[in-house]
């Protein structure tokens, strides 16, 4: 009988002090913890209050410098395609179109000769290597922090980055035709008269001239 009430004395006090520790929990959980990254000085000071976050909402700030989501800034690109090349999964997709002159020059100030018909990044196939960021010569290639870019479609994580509508497109390919055509029509040119100038002076050199011989005055 003795031992009856024990267990029952026994178990009352192992709730309280079950309950002691949620209570204190439980207040201490009104207190939330302020999002900082794990490099902070102050992350491990942090060992109380509450550290669920209400994604997404909010989020845990990411580092300045990292492997997230690739953006083109495409006024500040050249097409130069050296981040098409050094990409080991080719995921970047390029189209250029060459302008007959410069048209304009970037923000470091490089000269813009090449149109982008199509600048496309495919981050279904991105491996987060970062080499294409590091070979940019004018740096309009970046990583942003962006991280979470769930969709329900796979082909939406192609992101298109020019910006030229298709009867740009069709002008600017028109033009530059136009002026393959023009400067080979003039290579022709030249070459023609260079050959009949060539031509002339063979003829020039192989004429005999006759000189009149005047007899000496007696």
Known sequence: MNSYFKNILQAIKTTWKGFQVTFSHFRKAFRKQKPVFITENTYFQQNTGRVTLEYPKEKLPTPEIGRYKL???????IVCDKCAKICPVNCIEIE?????????????????????????????????????????????????????????????HNFHFANMSQAEIAEKKAL???????????????????????HH???SKDKVVFKPKFKPKS
Do not use: H
């Open 176 to 198: 530059y035709e136009k002026y393959l055509q023009e400067k080979e029509e003039t290579k022709k040119q030249t070459a023609k008269e260079k050959t009949q100038k060539e």
């Open 96 to 156: 250029p179109i060459k302008a007959t002159e410069e048209f304009g020059k970037t923000s470091d100030g490089t000269s813009k000769r090449i149109y982008a018909a199509k600048f496309d990044i495919d981050m279904a196939k991105c491996c987060f290597c970062g080499l294409c960021t590091t070979v940019c010569p004018t740096e309009c290639l970046i990583m942003t922090d962006e991280y979470d870019y769930t969709v329900s479609d796979i082909t939406l």
């Open 71 to 77: 953006y083109n800034e495409i006024d500040d690109c």
């Open 201 to 203: 002076q063979t003829e």
